[in-house]
Nanobody, 118 residues
């Protein structure tokens, strides 16, 4: 059984930075896309960044140039580095894994809250 455990959320001032972590517990077989989604109150969950085996391959326009997705293989942990945070970045951030070939295996974390406010 694979579990994803997010951490690193909290209260951040506008213009500030934060790092989210997603620890992967359990064994994965095959190649997976590593993604971060976010869900703001009253809005749909939206994909923000995608990391493939070759590296970052996609960012939503709303975060492009401000967020960076990465991975530490030794720690089996994915990261989302967030810079120049704005109040509309406030959301529940979710870690997601999806098998890159079959798309049949999908795993979600429980989310970590990021609130950008002064």
């Amino acid at each position: 059984q694979v579990q994803l455990v997010e951490s690193g959320g909290g209260l951040v001032q506008p213009g500030g930075s934060a790092r989210l972590s997603c620890e992967i517990i359990g064994d994965l077989y095959g190649s997976f896309f590593k993604m971060w989604y976010r869900e703001a109150p009253g809005k749909d969950r939206k994909r923000g960044a995608v990391l493939a085996e070759v590296g970052p391959i996609w960012y939503d326009d709303s975060v492009k140039g401000r967020f960076t997705i990465s991975r530490n293989n030794e720690r089996n942990t994915n990261y989302l580095y967030m810079y120049k945070l704005m109040p509309n970045d406030s959301a529940l951030y979710y870690c997601n894994l999806r098998h890159s070939i079959t798309h049949a295996q999908v795993y979600w974390g429980r989310g970590t809250q990021v609130t950008v406010s002064s």
